[in-house]
């Protein structure tokens, strides 16, 4: 059940789909969450899934497993800055913790949080913790994994429920020999109608 409350208004006239997410101002914006769709209905909650425990095991379940590590969004570093009527105030740039082959800085307007000029030494406080909060420099990781679904199994009909994995739900990924031991979404699943 959501209990987000805040302002909604559609002020010129919009297709249901740019209502529902992809602009300023569409419902994931204002309330936040994730929609699940079911062919008739659509519904938006707070967050879509759980974690059952389901594990894919290299040597158990497991049949692929690709990763793919992208550096195109990490930024380096980071600069808040502050504009307002008495001029703009900006810190030096904060560097993200670890050793990067080159230099892409991300600008925050910071203005929202003070009402009056804060100074640098503030700002780049400010700058610190949006790097801790928002992971800069951690690149962003995604797996595709194939795994038998053990819960179709003979051997796993008795505990078929502790075995599923549904859209949303967070399953663990553990293959030893390339370090890999982390929780993931399922954000998408393939099946094989035969």
């Not at 002020?11 to 740019?18: K, L, M, T």
């Not at 969450?33 to 389901?54: A, K």
């Not at 930024?75 to 800055?81: L, P």
């Amino acid at each position: 059940t959501r209990t987000t409350t805040a302002n909604f208004s559609v002020n010129v006239p919009s297709s249901i789909w740019s209502l529902m997410g992809g602009q300023r101002g569409s419902l994931l914006d204002v309330y936040g969450g994730e929609y699940t769709f079911d062919g008739y209905n659509i519904t938006l909650e707070n967050h879509v899934g759980s974690d059952r425990g389901v594990s894919v095991r290299y040597g158990v379940n497991m049949t692929d497993l690709e990763q793919d590590a992208s550096c195109a969004d990490c930024y380096t570093g980071v600069v808040a800055y502050w504009s307002g009527e008495d001029g703009v105030v900006y810190s030096p740039v904060v560097s993200a913790a670890g050793t990067y082959g080159y230099v892409k800085i991300l600008s925050v307007d910071m203005s929202d949080k003070w009402e009056e000029m804060p100074t640098v030494a503030q700002l780049s406080a400010a700058a610190s913790t949006y790097i801790t909060a928002n992971n800069i420099g951690v690149p962003k990781v995604s797996w595709t994994v194939g795994f038998v679904p053990l819960d179709m199994t003979e051997e796993y009909k008795d505990v078929a429920m502790l075995e599923r994995a549904d859209l949303g739900d967070t399953v663990s990924v553990k293959f030893e020999k390339l370090g890999v031991d982390a929780s993931a979404r399922v954000n998408a699943i393939e099946w094989n109608v035969l």
